[in-house]
C-alpha cells in the first residue's frame, strides 16, 4: 500500500489573495494558486492561512486543462515556532546603533558643559575690572555692550544647542524603549498558529491546474467616510465618497480586487424566532428560575464543500485553459445589499489601523438658505440643501467631513440617503447676515381689569444681508407656553404677517436683497391673577 505521505500523493499548492469583499465585521477572502499535476495525486494542501478562518465558510472550486473532480475540504490547525535568530540580530543592530548616537549626543552635551562653565568664569573674573574700566573711563560704553552681548549670545547658543542634544536623546531613548520590547518579545517563543487546508481529489490525467479557495475571516470590517467640500461661489458640493477599511486577520492584502459590502453574512438566512414572553407576580416570580432571553439564531455549522466538474467542462479544460473573466469597477445594489467594486489594487495589511480609499468623486448642485433663532444667537447659520440624483449611489451613514471655500467647517453624521432623496448639511454662522433682537416695549398696566395683571411686550428683530446675492432666511422666535390655565398669553400684533405656530412659534420665510435691511415686530400681552408668581419668564 502507497504511503498517502508520497509528495506524488500530496501536493502543497502556492496560493496569494487576489480578491477581498470586506463587510461590515468580516471579510470574505478568495485565494488562487496553480499547480502541475501528473494524475496520482489525491489531495491538495494549502498552507499557513489565519486562525481567523471561519472553517464552516471554506469553498473551493477549480480551472485547467485537465479534468479533476474535488471531492471534500478539511482543515488542520498547525503549531509552528518562527525562527528569531536573524531579526534578533538585525535588532541588536539597532539598539546598538542608536546606543552609539546617544554617547556621540552625550559628549556633546559634555562639551558645550565646558564652554558653559568657561563663560561663566569669564563673566565672574570681569566683573569686578570692567566695573573699575568703567568707573574710570578707561572702557566706553559701546566696548563693554559688545563684550556683555558677546557673552549673553555664547551663553545663549550653548544653551539651546544642549536643549537640543537633549531632545534628540529623549527621542532615542523612545526608540530603544520599543526595539527592546519587540527584541524581548521575539525572543519570548510564541508558537504560531495556522490552519492548513486539505482537498481531496481525483485527477483524470497529467496538466496544470488552477485551484481557487474562497472564505470567510474575522477581525476586518469597513465604514463610510466622506468629505463634502462646498463652493458658494459655483452653489455645488464636491462629495468624495470614501472607505475607510481596517483588517487584522494575520495576512496582508497586497494588490487584490477590493469589494466593500453591506451584506451581514453573520446573521444569518433565517429571521429570529420569539419565544413565550411570560410574567407573573412579584412573589410566583421570585420563586422560579429566571428565563433566559431569547438569543439570535447561530449559523449551522456549513457542510464541507464538494465540487464536481461537468462532463462538458472536462471535454473543454483538455483544449484550453479557462480563466476568470475581468469585471469592471461598478456600483450594484441588489434589495438592500450595496457593493462597491473598486477600481484599482486594493492594499490593505494586516496591522489593524485604518486605511482609506476612495470610492468615487462626484459634484452636486445644492441650494443655500439661511436659519437663524435671533433669540440664541444673533447670526444666521446656512445650510446646503442636496438632492441625490435619481440615478445615484445610495450613501451609507457614516461620518463627513464638512469644508466651505476650503475652510473646515466641522463634522457630521450622514444618515441613509438614497438615489433621489433630498439632504441637508448644517455649514456654520454667516457672519455677513446679522440680527438684532431688541426688546422695545415691557409695559405693565396697573388697572386691575377682572382681577387680571396684564404686561406687554414686544420685539423688534433688524436683519440686514451683507452679502452680494440675494438669501433666503427663515427665521424662528418664539412665545412663552403657559403650563398652568390662570396665565394666558396672546399674540397681539405682528409684522409680517404670519400664523402663531404649535409651542408658541412664530416663523418667518424672507427674501433678503443684498445690502437689504428688513425689519420684524410682534407684540404679546401676558394676563393672569394678581397672587400668582410667575416663574421661567426668562425674556
Known amino acids: 500500500m502507497t504511503n498517502l505521505e508520497t509528495p506524488s500523493l500530496r501536493k502543497t499548492v502556492p496560493t496569494q489573495v487576489v480578491a477581498v469583499t470586506v463587510y461590515g465585521d468580516q471579510a470574505l477572502v478568495t485565494r488562487r494558486g496553480v499547480v502541475a499535476l501528473v494524475g496520482v495525486e489525491r489531495e491538495l494542501v494549502i498552507n499557513s492561512l489565519p486562525v481567523t478562518l471561519e472553517t464552516d465558510s471554506v469553498r473551493v472550486s477549480g480551472t485547467g486543462t485537465v479534468g479533476v473532480s474535488l471531492l471534500g475540504v478539511s482543515s488542520d490547525r498547525i503549531y509552528t515556532t518562527e525562527p528569531v535568530a536573524e531579526r534578533a540580530a538585525q535588532l541588536i543592530r539597532q539598539i546598538q546603533q542608536i546606543e552609539a548616537e546617544k554617547r556621540n549626543l552625550q559628549a556633546q552635551i559634555d562639551a558645550l558643559a565646558l564652554q558653559t562653565q568657561f563663560i561663566e568664569g569669564l563673566r565672574e573674573k570681569t566683573e569686578e575690572p570692567f566695573a573699575q574700566s568703567l568707573s574710570r573711563k578707561n572702557l566706553s560704553l559701546s566696548e563693554t555692550l559688545d563684550f556683555l552681548n558677546f557673552l549673553g ?23 530603544l524603549q520599543a526595539l527592546r520590547a519587540t527584541l524581548h518579545n521575539i525572543q519570548t517563543p510564541h508558537p504560531k498558529e495556522s490552519f492548513n487546508l486539505v482537498v481531496g481529489v481525483e485527477v483524470a ?6 485551484l481557487e479557495v474562497s472564505y470567510i475571516v474575522n477581525s476586518a470590517g469597513w465604514t463610510p467616510l466622506y468629505d463634502l467640500r462646498v463652493d458658494s461661489a459655483s452653489q455645488s458640493v464636491h462629495l468624495s465618497y470614501l472607505a475607510e477599511v481596517t483588517q487584522n486577520t494575520g495576512e496582508d492584502w497586497l494588490d487584490v480586487a477590493l469589494t466593500l459590502s453591506t451584506a451581514k453574512p453573520g446573521l444569518g438566512t433565517l429571521p429570529p424566532k420569539l419565544e413565550p414572553w411570560y410574567i407573573d407576580t412579584l412573589r410566583s416570580r421570585s420563586l422560579q428560575r429566571v428565563l433566559p432571553r431569547p ?8 457542510p464541507a464543500a464538494e465540487a464536481m466538474f461537468s462532463q462538458e467542462e472536462e471535454d473543454l479544460a ?25 477600481n484599482g ?5 494586516s496591522d489593524g489601523a485604518p486605511h482609506k480609499t476612495t470610492i468615487f468623486n462626484d459634484d452636486y448642485p445644492c441650494v443655500f438658505n439661511y436659519v437663524a433663532m435671533p433669540r440664541l444667537v444673533s447670526f444666521a447659520y446656512l445650510q446646503a440643501n442636496i438632492k441625490n440624483s435619481a440615478d445615484g449611489t445610495t450613501l451609507l451613514p457614516g461620518k463627513a467631513n464638512i469644508f466651505r471655500d476650503s475652510i473646515f467647517v466641522g463634522t457630521t453624521q450622514l444618515e441613509n440617503i438614497t438615489p ?12 455677513n447676515l446679522k440680527i438684532e433682537r431688541n426688546l422695545v416695549e415691557r ?25 452680494n446675492q440675494e438669501t433666503n432666511l427663515k427665521i424662528t422666535e418664539q412665545l412663552p407656553v403657559s403650563r398652568n390655565e390662570q396665565i394666558k398669553i396672546r399674540l397681539t400684533r405682528i409684522q409680517p404677517q404670519i400664523p402663531l405656530g404649535e409651542m408658541g412659534i412664530l416663523e418667518w420665510e424672507l427674501n433678503v436683497l443684498p445690502q437689504e435691511r428688513r425689519e420684524i415686530y410682534y407684540q404679546f400681552t401676558l394676563e393672569h391673577p394678581p397672587e400668582v408668581t410667575i416663574v421661567g419668564l426668562d425674556m
Open 205 to 210: 490525467g497529467a496538466g496544470e491546474f488552477e
Open 345 to 349: 489594487g486594493g492594499n490593505i495589511p
Open 318 to 342: 483538455d483544449d484550453a485553459f479557462i480563466t476568470a473573466e475581468h469585471i469592471k469597477a461598478t456600483v450594484a445594489k441588489q434589495g438592500s445589499v450595496v457593493t462597491f467594486k473598486l
Open 420 to 431: 433621489g432623496q433630498e439632504f441637508s448639511l448644517n455649514l456654520g454662522i454667516d457672519e
Open 295 to 302: 438569543s439570535l439564531p447561530t449559523i449551522a455549522a456549513a
Open 443 to 467: 409695559h405693565v398696566d396697573k388697572r386691575i381689569i377682572v382681577n387680571q395683571c396684564r404686561t406687554t411686550y414686544a420685539y423688534r428683530l433688524l436683519i440686514t444681508n451683507l452679502l
Open 153 to 175: 549670545s555664547q551663553y545663549s547658543e550653548y544653551a539651546i544647542a544642549s536643549g537640543d542634544c537633549h531632545s534628540q536623546q529623549q527621542e532615542l531613548d523612545k526608540q
